[in-house]
Every structure is written in C-alpha cells, then in structure tokens.
C-alpha cells in the first residue's frame, strides 16, 4: 500500500475526513455543520495559525493533519489534530501524518507537540505512547443533560450561592462583551493557564486584551457561532465570568467554556453563581438545547464540585499528551 503525504488543496476533503473521524470516534457529539466548519478555515482564532496536511493511501485522502501555531503566546508549542479514516487504520498513514508535524513544528522552531486522546479508543494513547509523547494531563468530559434539568433543584443552588455573594451584582450578555466589561473579560481569560490545572503540558498564560477578545468574538460570530455569558461584579469589578458557545445550526448543542473567579473573590459561591445565571441565559436564546459538553482536569476537584451539583455527569476521560523535540 502506497503511503504519501501533502499540503491540503481542497477545504471539502479536509471536512469530510474530520466529519467521518469525529462521528466514529465520539458519536455522541455533534458534529459541526459544513458550512460552519468551512468558514473557519478564513477565520481562525486571533493569535493562531492553522497549517493542514493530507494523507493518502494509494492515491485516496484517507487522513488530516491539523496544526495549530499560537502567535501571541506559548511560542514554543504546536496543537495536533491528527485523523485517519477508521476503515484505513494500521496501514502507518498516522506515523506519517505525526512525522510531518514533527517536521513543521522543528521548521518553525517549536518544542513541543500537544495533542489529546480518548479513553473509548485506547489505540489513540497506544499511538501517542509509541511516538515518544509522554502522557501530561488527565482530564474529564462531562454532559448537562438539559432536558432533565430539575428547575427546582437549580433554584436552591442559586439562593444558596446567592446568601453567600451578598454585594455582587449579576450582568449578562451575548457576543462582545460591554465595553465597561472587556477589560475584566480579558484579565479573567488570561489567568486560565495560571489558575487552572495544565499537569505536565507545557501551557503558559495567554496574552488577552480587549482586542483579542472582540477579534475572537467577531470571528466567531463569522463562523456561525454565538457565546453567552454571565459576569459577577463587586462595584464596577468584574470577578467572576464563564461563557458558553453554540453554533447556531446546532440548536440542540452548546460547549460550556471557562468559568474563573478572582483569586481576591473566591469563597463566595460565584463560581456556581455565574454558572446558573449563564445557563439560564442560554435556554432563553436556544431553546430547543438538549445537551451542553464540558472539558475539565480531573484533578480541578472544585469545578468538577459545581458542575456534578449542577447535574453534570462524566461521559469519557480524555488524556493530554506531550512530545518534546
């Protein structure tokens, strides 16, 4: 079997194979939609960019490789994204596809490849321990199954975490933070990398201002997604945020993302606090959602604490791997 590799051509192929890969591999999570996926191609995220490669078995595009170089920050990393067809496995394309981005990360003078596997498919953690990755980071992914959300249950939380938050004021919003915001926004971002855990992956902490922010926001919103959000403020301080991002032709279907709280505002329940007021957001802008997916450390005990009492229940562990070059 003839194996060969090259730079992608065509954006179609690359959907195909990520659509294929993604539904063998985790089928309970939707998959973004075509013309969602296509147009992230001409708006990535401010601060990366994304190289990606194909694989070919006889002539046939069986595999993708994605790379990921951040531009502002963490200089010495690559995020890996690598795919091979399911019916095409074990043929080597994958030890090809991994030796080309062993080849582009060096060109680009990186140190280090990241990427992530899942416990439902232990050949991807066998494929990692076999390139000399080394396992960093330990990390669950949870479902809120919000068809049964038990409203009462919800309703206690909030008054419980509200007795403890006296002074705090809520703020929600949709898209780009407020402008009297956007500043705490990018503070509370820029600490995830410092305040959460990362083990042994090499991340450091990103550099955010409100110019990341509202790029980020704005090209989002160009791919067809929208990010809901929920703020704690102490006067005119933001101290505590956590956001939620839904493709909008994914109405059933939402990813929480970061919830932080300033280290000065901690013990106040308003981890909980944001978390219940953004939810109840969302359900108001998608109301046909059934289900949101979150990725926590397992070893982040006090998220997990939130999101488990929220109703949060763990779907599949996944593992962050490392290769240093």
């Known amino acids: 079997m003839r194996i060969s590799t090259g730079p992608l051509t065509s954006p179609q192929v690359a959907y195909d194979i990520a659509r294929a890969t993604a539904i063998h591999d985790c089928p309970d999570i939707p998959f973004t939609s075509r013309e969602t996926y296509l147009a992230g191609f001409d708006t990535p995220p401010p601060g990366q960019r994304v190289e990606r490669h194909v694989g070919y078995l006889d002539g046939e595009p069986a595999g993708l490789l994605e790379l990921t170089f951040p531009q502002l920050d963490n200089l010495d990393n690559v995020e890996v994204e690598l795919m091979v067809l399911p019916g095409r496995r074990r043929h080597g394309l994958g030890r090809a596809l991994h030796d080309v981005a062993v080849e582009r990360a060096r060109a680009a003078g990186r140190k280090h490849l990241i990427a992530a596997t899942v416990d439902r498919h232990p050949d991807g953690a066998a494929f990692a321990g076999a390139v000399g990755a080394a396992a960093g980071l330990d990390e669950i992914r949870s479902r809120l199954d919000v068809t049964a959300l038990d409203d009462t249950l919800l309703a206690g939380l909030r008054a419980d975490a509200g007795k403890h938050a006296e002074g705090y004021r809520l703020r929600r919003w949709v898209g780009v933070p407020p402008d009297d915001l956007i500043d705490g926004v990018a503070y509370l971002e820029g600490r995830l990398n410092a305040d959460a855990p990362t083990g042994d992956i090499?991340?450091?902490?990103e550099k955010m201002d409100a110019d990341r922010i509202r790029r980020g926001e704005q090209r989002r919103?160009?791919?067809?997604?929208?990010?809901?959000?929920?703020g704690a403020l102490l006067g005119d301080r933001l101290a505590a945020w956590t956001w939620?991002?839904?493709?909008?032709?994914?109405?059933?279907?939402?990813?929480?993302?970061?919830?932080?709280?300033?280290?000065e505002h901690r013990g106040h329940r308003l981890g909980m606090l944001v978390k219940l007021e953004n939810l109840a957001l969302v359900r108001e802008h998608k109301p046909r959602l059934e289900a949101i997916d979150t990725f926590n450390a397992a070893s982040n005990t006090f998220?997990?604490?939130?999101?488990?009492?929220?109703g949060f229940r763990a779907v599949d562990a996944w593992t962050e791997w490392q290769k240093n070059l």
Do not use: C, E, F, K
């Open 244 to 263: 939620i991002v839904g493709d909008l032709d994914q109405p059933a279907h939402a990813w929480q993302y970061t919830t932080l709280v300033d280290p």
């Open 202 to 205: 090499n991340w450091q902490p």
């Open 303 to 310: 998220m997990l604490r939130i999101n488990r009492a929220m």
């Open 221 to 230: 919103a160009a791919r067809g997604s929208r990010s809901y959000h929920a």
